[in-house]
């Protein structure tokens, strides 16, 4: 029978999504049939699965780590922030409504079926499943109707082990803190704990497991130093994104705004590791730098929304002159919606009825529609031919005239448009960098060259890496003998 085990953290960004995605590489390693499991994620990073339904981008990441293609089951609830104070609510990969926070607690035991019959239909397809948490068992205020941490975990009788960050500070505390505010029953489904993001001396640290375990009655699966390979892999949250302001000196420059609502940023990922290239995600408050050669606007949740954020940031203005200077722009999705014309919500999709002028860089409008594009495509740019794939998850149409110089070429249909000039662009397709001989050819029109690799292949090394670390730093062996058959 299949077994499973879950791994939660004492808080969020700990490094649950690399650990499961880690954990369950090494066992496939091993000769196991490993599935990931995430029974509620938050986050506008989206994927596309075989059903063509949408999951987060952490269940992706982890579905390749198991060398299986991504499934709906394997994140039946994902939340899509749209505001401060709510969210559009996907079950099973469809859109099953929007909620406010507060009405969503309310709603979540109705979620609760569609959780067990997700894990329930991936019991069938493997040895084992690797669980992960969402946020932190110790928000004990969201405990009543939990599907996520503890809720989840005594529902269907999956063991949990719990990780700390030591990185971040205080992590004997915030382990410690987590068994005090417990009820007893769910301190029990706690079997043990790691550390992850130690840096330096390991051996330092002895001292701290014990304190630990003597506190909580927990034992230590080890300590997982800071591993380099982490790098290369996808991020889920734009808090990564806040975090993280370096770069390198490339010989293009590449400017990308924090929206507000960002989405699907990892797009821009393949570019970022080109050593021709210095990409730098701007922060608000900040402006779009003069020298950037390229501006991309990313993908978002709330394409309206976020345009007004992008003017309240003066970013609209950089951007003029950015074209002024001979600059090049290139629209991802939402950020395509915004370089038109105009953009209208006579239905009300992202808020109140209302018709937004957009940038004006590219002749084309675009009309918000209740229903979601969402399917992984194919296909090649319309000038050169150079092949990519990728995926689409989107509302809304766009018409106009700059059409009719599309930027790609997507199932054999013409996608995208391009300006008169040439140096704007636009397309709805998500992942298009990954592939190396697109990379490579656009990069190419901007002067500098790429190593036209694609970028699956290098995520693939970095799981291995993160894989063969773990193995060497935690007790793999007594992780993967703690997993127990569901009780239910």
């Known amino acids: 029978m299949t077994k499973a085990l879950m791994l939660q953290g004492t808080g969020s960004d700990v490094g649950k999504s690399v650990l499961v995605a880690g954990l369950a590489r090494a066992a496939v390693n091993r000769g196991l049939s490993v599935r990931p499991f995430k029974p509620q994620n938050m986050s506008n990073n989206a994927a596309v699965t075989v059903e063509g339904g949408e999951i987060g981008r952490a269940q992706w990441l982890q579905a390749r780590a198991c060398k299986v293609a991504p499934s709906i089951h394997m994140n039946p609830v994902l939340l899509k922030p749209q505001s401060d104070v709510g969210a559009q609510i996907v079950v099973q990969g469809k859109v099953w409504g929007m909620a406010e926070a507060r009405d969503y607690q309310t709603r979540k035991k109705q979620l609760l079926a569609s959780v067990i019959e997700s894990f329930e239909a991936l019991k069938g397809d493997a040895d084992l499943l690797l669980v992960e948490g969402a946020g932190s068992p110790a928000e004990t205020n969201l405990r009543a109707g939990d599907i996520a941490n503890m809720g989840f975990a005594t529902e269907t009788g999956t063991p949990v082990v719990l990780i700390g960050d030591i990185d971040r500070g205080g992590v004997i505390a915030s382990l410690v803190g987590t068994h005090a505010v417990l009820d007893p029953a769910d301190q029990d489904m706690i079997k043990g704990f790691l550390i992850n993001k130690f840096r330096g001396d390991i051996s330092l640290f002895d001292e701290g497991l014990r304190e630990i375990e003597r506190r909580t009655g927990w034992p230590s699966f080890g ?29 293009l420059k590449i400017a990308v705004p924090m929206l507000s609502r960002i989405a699907n940023f990892d797009d821009v990922d393949p570019l970022a590791q080109e050593e021709s290239v210095d990409l730098q995600f701007i922060p608000p408050g900040k402006p779009l730098p003069g020298d950037a050669d390229l501006v991309i606007l990313p993908g978002t949740k709330s394409t309206i929304a976020d345009l007004g954020f992008f003017r309240t940031q003066g970013w609209d203005i950089d951007l003029q002159a950015h074209i002024r200077r001979g600059g090049w722009v290139l629209g991802l999705c939402g950020g395509y919606q915004m370089l038109g014309a105009q953009i209208d919500d006579p239905e009300s999709i992202e808020g109140p009825a209302t018709q937004t002028p957009g940038i004006g860089l590219l002749d084309v409008a675009t009309i918000m529609q209740p229903e979601k594009q969402v399917r992984t495509v194919r296909g090649k740019a319309a000038i050169s031919g150079a092949a990519f794939s990728g995926y689409e998850i989107h509302i809304g149409e766009t018409k106009g005239r700059d059409l009719e110089r599309p930027f790609l ?37 901007l002067g500098v060259a790429s190593d036209g690799k694609n970028h699956d292949d290098k995520t693939d090394r970095a799981l291995d890496n993160l894989a ?12 993967l003998s703690l997993a127990a058959v569901s009780s239910k």
Request: glycine fraction near 10%; proline fraction near 4%.
């Open 223 to 251: 300590v997982l130093p800071w591993v380099r390979a982490v790098a290369d892999l996808p991020a889920e949250d734009a808090v990564v994104l806040e975090r993280s302001q370096t770069h390198a000196a490339g010989q």
């Open 468 to 479: 063969d670390a773990m193995e060497e730093a935690l007790d793999v062996d007594g992780l």
């Open 409 to 445: 070429e997507v199932e054999g249909i013409p996608h995208g448009a391009v300006s008169e000039d040439g140096h704007i662009m636009g397309a709805y397709v998500h992942g298009l960098f990954k592939s190396g001989a697109f990379r490579r050819d656009f990069l190419s029109q």
